[in-house]
């Protein structure tokens, strides 16, 4: 129920109507050929995923109930994706059996920014937290990405320390 979100946007735009020719989804298996992989592209390093491997990793995900809820913006002239956000359920035995989000692998089209895209994303990607019934919802970004995030109720929480490994 897109009405609960807490934001307000300008032009007239709401997450039911997020523009002209412009549509909330959930990422759908032929997205391969949307799109999909070349946005990603503006985020981080994909490598080479094949259709095999990504219709693989797609049914794995939906395989897990309750667990992957990735939402997509479509240009629903050309079917491309020109937007994406995924929201992760992570099961937990603390705060009464309860459950974590996280937000990841937020990205919109370069030809798109400045529309609220993103803005869109990240309110549809907190009500989901809530309506999945977790307790929080994270996210981990660059330094220079804090601000924005900070306009959409993410707090960087005193003490509190994003670490990782890679290899
Ligand atoms: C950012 C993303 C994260 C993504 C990572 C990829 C958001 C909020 N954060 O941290 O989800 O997976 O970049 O970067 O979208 P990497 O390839 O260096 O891990």
Not at 42 to 47: C, S
Not at 104 to 111: A, G, K, Y
């Amino acid at each position: 129920d897109y009405t609960k979100c807490k934001g307000s946007y300008k032009g007239g735009i709401t997450p039911e109507n997020p523009g002209e020719n412009l549509k909330i989804r959930p990422l759908a298996l032929g997205d391969y050929h949307n799109g999909y992989m070349e946005l990603l592209q503006q985020l981080t390093k994909v490598g080479e995923v094949t259709k095999a491997q990504f219709e693989d990793r797609f049914s794995q995900m939906k395989a897990c109930p309750d667990t992957y809820y990735i939402i997509v913006i479509e240009n629903q002239t050309t079917g491309q994706v020109i937007g994406s956000a995924t929201l992760v359920k992570e099961q937990k035995f603390i705060h009464g059996a309860s459950a974590r989000a996280r937000v990841e692998d937020v990205v919109v089209s370069d030809l798109y920014r400045g529309k609220q895209l993103g803005k869109i994303l990240l309110d549809v990607a907190v009500l989901l937290s809530k309506a999945v019934n977790s307790y929080k919802v994270s996210l981990e970004c660059k330094d220079h990405m804090v601000e924005f995030y900070s306009q959409f109720g993410f707090i960087r929480e005193e003490g509190q320390n994003f670490m990782q490994q890679r290899w």
